[in-house]
C-alpha cells in the first residue's frame, strides 16, 4: 500500500527534530495556572467542552480495575478522569519535562491549588519521553498489557514524518491487550483543509485561533506527495503556539490497520456533542464541568469562535484486534 513508502528525503530527520523540541519546549514552559487564571481564560468554555469529550470517552470505554496508559499526557488533566472510572493502574508519559513535574505534584496531591482531595485510588508512573521515538515496549516491558490507551489533544505532534508517525501507532499496538481500546483526539484534517481552501489564503482563523501554513504550501503538493510533514502553525489564544502536522484521517486509518488496530468510529467533535449531549447522564455531566448553562441543551456558554475552535477537532476509538483475554 501507499502508506508503506517511505517518503522523507535524507536529511528530514534532524529537520523534524527541531520541531519536536519546539513542541517540547513550548509546552514545558506552560506553566500551572491559578483557578482564578484559569476561569478568566477567552477559552474558558472551550477548555470544558474538550474536557467533557474526554470524560465522555473514558466513561465510555474505562471498566473498573484497567491498566491505563495515557501518551502525551501533559499536566495530567485526566488524572481525575481516570480516578472516577476507578482504574487499576496508570502510566503517563509526555515529552515535556515541565508538563511531567506537574503531573506529578498534581498526581501526589500537594501544592496544588486545583484540588484539594483525597489521594488518586490507583498506583502510577509517570515518564518523560518521546512517545514517538522511543520503542515503549521496552520501556513499559513490565507494565503491560494495557486496556486502554488514551492519546489527548496530541497524536498529532507524531505525523511530521512517517517513521514517528509509525512508531506512535506500534507502540500503541505493542502495548494494548488484544481487545484492548485506543481512544483519542486530534485535529480534524478534513475540517482544516476545507477552511484552507475557504480562505484563499495561506492564513485564516478568529479572535481566539489562528493557523498558518508553510508558503512552499500547495494544494497540488498536497495532494501528490507525502501524507506526512504536512506541517502548519497553530496559534490558540492562552494554550498553543507551536507547529503541527495534518493527519489525513483514510491514511491514519489504514496505516493503524497495519498494526492491527481496526477502527470502531470516528466523529468530529461538533457531531460528538450533539450525538452524546442527547443523553441525560452526559448532559449532567456537561453542566457539572461548567460548560453548559443551566437549563440549555447546546453549546450555547461557549462564544462562536469557541465552538469554531471545537469544529476543528475530532475524537477516535480504535480496538486492538484479537480476542480479549478478559471479559
Ligand atoms: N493529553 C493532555 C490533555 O489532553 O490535557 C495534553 C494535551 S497538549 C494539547 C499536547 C501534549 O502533547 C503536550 O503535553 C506535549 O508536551 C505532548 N507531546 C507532544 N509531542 C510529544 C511526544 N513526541 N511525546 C510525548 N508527548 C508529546
Same mark, same amino acid.
Request: aromatic share 12%; proline share 4%; with cysteine.
Given at each position: 500500500?501507499?502508506?508503506?513508502?517511505?517518503?522523507?528525503?535524507?536529511?528530514?530527520?534532524?529537520?523534524?527534530?527541531?520541531?519536536?523540541?519546539?513542541? *517540547?519546549? =513550548? @509546552? +514545558?514552559?506552560? /506553566?500551572?495556572?491559578?483557578?482564578?487564571?484559569?476561569? &478568566?481564560?477567552?477559552?474558558?468554555? #472551550?477548555?470544558?467542552?474538550?474536557?467533557?469529550?474526554?470524560?465522555?470517552?473514558?466513561?465510555?470505554?474505562?471498566?473498573?480495575?484497567?491498566?491505563?496508559?495515557?501518551?502525551?499526557?501533559?499536566?495530567?488533566?485526566?488524572?481525575?478522569?481516570?480516578?472516577?472510572?476507578?482504574?487499576?493502574?496508570?502510566?503517563?508519559?509526555?515529552?515535556?519535562?515541565?508538563?511531567?513535574?506537574?503531573?506529578?505534584?498534581?498526581?501526589?496531591?500537594?501544592?496544588?491549588?486545583?484540588?484539594?482531595?483525597?489521594?488518586?485510588?490507583?498506583?502510577?508512573?509517570?515518564?518523560?519521553?518521546?512517545?514517538?521515538?522511543?520503542?515503549?515496549?521496552?520501556?513499559?516491558?513490565?507494565?503491560?498489557?494495557?486496556?486502554?490507551?488514551?492519546?489527548?489533544? *496530541?497524536? =498529532? @505532534? +507524531?505525523?511530521? /514524518?512517517?517513521?514517528?508517525?509509525?512508531?506512535?501507532? &506500534?507502540?500503541?499496538?505493542?502495548? #494494548?491487550?488484544?481487545?484492548?481500546?485506543?481512544?483519542?483526539?486530534?485535529?480534524?484534517?478534513?475540517?482544516?483543509?476545507?477552511?484552507?481552501?475557504?480562505?484563499?489564503?495561506?492564513?485564516?482563523?478568529?479572535?481566539?485561533?489562528?493557523?498558518?501554513?508553510?508558503?512552499?504550501?500547495?494544494?497540488?503538493?498536497?495532494?501528490?506527495?507525502?501524507?506526512?510533514?504536512?506541517?502548519?502553525?497553530?496559534?490558540?489564544?492562552?494554550?498553543?503556539?507551536?507547529?503541527?502536522?495534518?493527519?489525513?484521517?483514510?491514511?491514519?486509518?489504514?496505516?493503524?490497520?497495519?498494526?492491527?488496530?481496526?477502527?470502531?468510529?470516528?466523529?468530529?467533535?461538533?457531531?460528538?456533542?450533539?450525538?452524546?449531549?442527547?443523553?441525560?447522564?452526559?448532559?449532567?455531566?456537561?453542566?457539572?464541568?461548567?460548560?453548559?448553562?443551566?437549563?440549555?441543551?447546546?453549546?450555547?456558554?461557549?462564544?462562536?469562535?469557541?465552538?469554531?475552535?471545537?469544529?476543528?477537532?475530532?475524537?477516535?476509538?480504535?480496538?486492538?484486534?484479537?480476542?480479549?483475554?478478559?471479559?
Amino acid at each position: 500500500p501507499k502508506s508503506r513508502v517511505k517518503y522523507t528525503p535524507e536529511g528530514d530527520a534532524h529537520f523534524s527534530e527541531d520541531f519536536v523540541q519546539k513542541v *517540547a519546549d =513550548h @509546552y +514545558s514552559a506552560r /506553566t500551572n495556572q491559578t483557578l482564578e487564571e484559569r476561569e &478568566a481564560s477567552p477559552i474558558i468554555h #472551550l477548555k470544558k467542552l474538550n474536557n467533557w469529550i474526554k470524560s465522555v470517552l473514558v466513561q465510555l470505554y474505562a471498566r473498573r480495575g484497567d491498566a491505563v496508559l495515557d501518551l502525551a499526557c501533559g499536566k495530567g488533566g485526566d488524572l481525575i478522569k481516570w480516578d472516577k472510572a476507578k482504574i487499576g493502574y496508570y502510566v503517563g508519559i509526555d515529552i515535556a519535562e515541565g508538563s511531567i513535574e506537574d503531573c506529578r505534584t498534581r498526581y501526589n496531591g500537594d501544592a496544588d491549588h486545583h484540588q484539594r482531595r483525597k489521594k488518586f485510588s490507583f498506583p502510577a508512573r509517570l515518564i518523560c519521553g518521546d512517545c514517538y521515538e522511543v520503542r515503549l515496549d521496552k520501556v513499559l516491558a513490565d507494565d503491560a498489557p494495557f486496556d486502554i490507551c488514551s492519546c489527548q489533544f *496530541a497524536l =498529532h @505532534y +507524531s505525523w511530521s /514524518t512517517e517513521a514517528r508517525a509509525r512508531r506512535a501507532l &506500534a507502540n500503541v499496538s505493542a502495548l #494494548l491487550r488484544p481487545g484492548g481500546t485506543f481512544i483519542g483526539t486530534m485535529p480534524d484534517a478534513n475540517v482544516i483543509i476545507k477552511k484552507l481552501r475557504e480562505a484563499e489564503e495561506l492564513v485564516f482563523g478568529n479572535s481566539v485561533y489562528w493557523i498558518r501554513f508553510d508558503e512552499d504550501y500547495s494544494e497540488k503538493k498536497f495532494k501528490s506527495s507525502s501524507p506526512y510533514g504536512i506541517k502548519y502553525k497553530f496559534h490558540l489564544e492562552d494554550a498553543v503556539d507551536c507547529p503541527e502536522w495534518i493527519v489525513p484521517f483514510n491514511i491514519f486509518k489504514s496505516l493503524a490497520e497495519e498494526y492491527d488496530l481496526e477502527l470502531v468510529f470516528v466523529k468530529n467533535a461538533h457531531e460528538f456533542v450533539h450525538e452524546y449531549l442527547k443523553k441525560p447522564e452526559y448532559i449532567d455531566l456537561m453542566r457539572r464541568l461548567g460548560a453548559l448553562g443551566d437549563g440549555n441543551q447546546d453549546q450555547s456558554t461557549l462564544s462562536p469562535d469557541e465552538w469554531e475552535v471545537a469544529y476543528l477537532y475530532l475524537a477516535f476509538v480504535l480496538k486492538k484486534r484479537g480476542q480479549p483475554d478478559r471479559m
